[in-house]
């Protein structure tokens, strides 16, 4: 089978993708360190200039001091694709998590080295190695990294709205699985908050006057905790609970709770606040109390489209006649930009990023040689879809 030089060469660039990551997951980018945030983009804008013909602009976005990187490449091109990632990690510049160790030949230890700055290298790598192939012109692209992914997207949401419109198919670039899994679909998430409301008084007070707000809560709680029993698709976690004060002899006026709900279909979405309601109902019919759920979904589900099923297939081929180790795809629990897209309406693939584990703690680690043949995948793909080897569905 005759594969272009460029992608066939890339596992002999393993070193220098490696020192690369390095270099990326040593500069803090933590979604709230906008300085460490102005840096990294520097360098990304620095990095993805050097694509030839590329055309590099950082946007502003709203409600952050961050801004987003835009590569635009042959925006007339007749086919045109859409490639995400983010540069922010969920490590401050105050987190002890800081610097890359090499815990093997083969495993890097470090902040973002999987989520995601391996997928940018990912991205970078696969770009130039199919910038050197022969039908590139055939393909257009435009690259959005995005400041505040680990926050919820709030900034770039719009973007990703707005760059649905003019392309063909998405690629994200969030690590792929510990075992190399992609990712199909992925569920949508929310933040909600349960406020309860009662009465202070003297805990011993004659008649009883007080209203316990943290025993509402936790009755409600305990419910609300059981509704994935009834509701398969929907996960909910109490993340935090706060109520009460430091007198144990006071009746407690006030508590809370924030609450971490995912569904894996957008019908479900009313099905849990419908229940959730229905939960409140009858602590709120009784005399002194008020409970209230608040919040919403920041991310609609990601759903697993027609086009990703004929693109996932093309993937597999690439693998194979790469003669890389076999990998499926799966649905994730977690969001990504991939929710955002699909919700514009653009089918994507997701989890094309490096292997890896143990995202989001000090234990975060990427398997090194998958950063030179998660790029080999995306290279070959663009280079077949160029070539018109394999044409992408009409239908999203
Ligand atoms: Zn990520």
């Not at 008084?201 to 006057?209: L, M, T, Y």
């Amino acid at each position: 089978m005759n594969l272009p030089s460029s992608i066939t060469a890339l596992p002999q660039r393993s070193d220098e993708l490696c020192d690369l990551l390095i270099r990326w997951s040593g500069q803090n980018s933590g979604s709230a360190n906008f300085a460490g945030l102005a840096a990294m983009l520097g360098q990304l804008q620095a990095a993805f200039a050097q694509l030839p013909g590329a055309q590099v602009e950082t946007v502003v976005l709203p409600d952050t001091f961050a801004k987003a990187l835009r590569v635009r490449m042959r925006p007339a091109a007749p086919i045109q694709l859409f490639l995400s990632g983010h540069y922010d990690t969920v490590y401050g510049a105050d987190d002890p998590f800081q610097r890359c160790t090499l815990l093997t030949s083969e495993k890097l230890r470090g902040p973002g080295v999987t989520d995601m700055k391996g997928g940018l290298v990912v991205m970078l790598a696969a770009l130039q190695a199919f910038e050197q192939t022969p039908q590139a012109a055939q393909i257009g692209y435009e690259v959005l990294l995005n400041p505040d992914e680990e926050i919820g997207s709030f900034g770039a949401g719009p973007l990703y709205v707005e760059a649905a419109s003019r392309h063909r198919f998405g690629l994200v670039f969030e690590p792929a699985r510990p075992n190399g899994d992609l990712v199909h679909s992925r569920k949508g998430t929310g933040n909600f908050t349960v406020t309860a409301r009662g009465r202070s008084a003297h805990a011993a007070a004659a008649n009883r006057p007080g209203r316990n707000a943290i025993a509402a809560l936790a009755e409600f709680l305990v419910a609300a905790n059981r509704l994935p029993e009834e509701l398969p698709g929907v996960l909910l976690n109490i993340g935090h609970i706060r109520g009460g004060g430091p007198a144990t002899n006071v009746v407690p006026d006030f508590a809370e709770a924030l609450l971490d709900l995912r569904i894996t279909h957008p019908g479900e979405r009313d099905a849990v606040l419908t229940q959730l309601r229905e939960l409140a109902a009858p602590i709120n019919a009784r005399e002194g109390y008020r409970l209230e759920v608040t919040g919403s979904f920041n991310r609609p589900p990601m759903e697993r489209s027609p086009a990703a099923e004929a693109v996932f297939a093309a993937w597999q081929q690439c693998g194979r006649d790469l003669g890389l180790a076999p990998f499926s795809w799966v649905h994730a629990g977690g969001g990504s930009d991939g929710n955002n897209l699909s919700a514009a309406g653009l089918a994507c693939l997701d989890g094309l990023g490096p292997i890896g584990d143990r995202l989001h703690s000090p234990e975060e680690w990427v398997h090194l040689p998958s950063l030179a043949t998660r790029a080999q995948l995306t290279a070959l793909f663009l280079h077949r879809l160029a070539a018109g080897v394999f044409v992408l569905p009409s239908q999203p």
